[in-house]
């Protein structure tokens, strides 16, 4: 009778156990992440991708937004949850030629670029309100188009890091105006 008397209380709680289990809830999986290309987007970001851009610029991004206003395009990349760095493109449709773009559109002190567009210029920026350092290339492209791309860094990052990403952010504008990104 004894072992009779162990053996239903060993159902008993093993009963129960399961039961308790069964009134647990369990948790939420957990949220499936998709990564959607930069072209994705749509509008500028279409001239963008993301390996390209890590491959010559040695920065990973995995967020894009696009905006369009008129005849402008607009691309912002930049790596979730942060908001610097980042890099801009914009492009627009211009009826300025060499001269107007060297003239009126060339910062004073800029570089000048040979090898890309009709006229192109590259400039280096130290940090100031509320942003690091950044780097524009900008170029007057063979069909009318005016396109401009600007690295931002994080506060806190040297004027001389934006200088040494330069010539790489001129790799990138190639590899942009030729669409081989």
Do not use: H
């Not at 610097?84 to 773009?101: E, G, K, M, N």
């Not at 504008?173 to 669409?179: H, L, P, Q, R």
Request: charged share 25%; hydrophobic share 45%; aromatic share 4%.
């Amino acid at each position: 009778m004894r072992r009779l008397g162990a053996a239903a209380l060993l159902l008993l709680v093993a009963g129960c156990g399961k039961e308790a289990a069964a009134d647990t809830p369990l948790p939420p999986p957990a949220p499936e992440t998709v990564a959607l290309p930069a072209a994705a987007a749509g509008g500028a970001c279409q001239l963008l991708d993301y390996d390209v851009i890590e491959q010559l610029l040695g920065t990973r991004f995995d967020v894009a937004a696009a905006r369009r206003v008129k005849d402008t395009y607009t691309c912002v990349v930049q790596s979730g949850g942060a908001a610097r760095p980042d890099l801009v493109l914009s492009v627009t449709t211009t009826q300025a030629d060499a001269d107007i773009f060297e003239d009126e559109v060339t910062p004073d002190g800029a570089d000048e670029l040979t090898g890309l567009g009709k006229a192109a210029y590259r400039e280096v920026r130290a940090a100031g309100g509320g942003v690091g350092p950044s780097v524009e290339v900008a170029w007057l492209t063979d069909d009318a188009r005016m396109i401009i791309m600007r690295y931002t860094f994080a506060t806190g990052q040297p004027k001389s890091a934006a200088s040494a990403l330069g010539p790489k952010l001129v790799n990138l504008a190639k590899k942009v105006d030729k669409e081989e990104v």
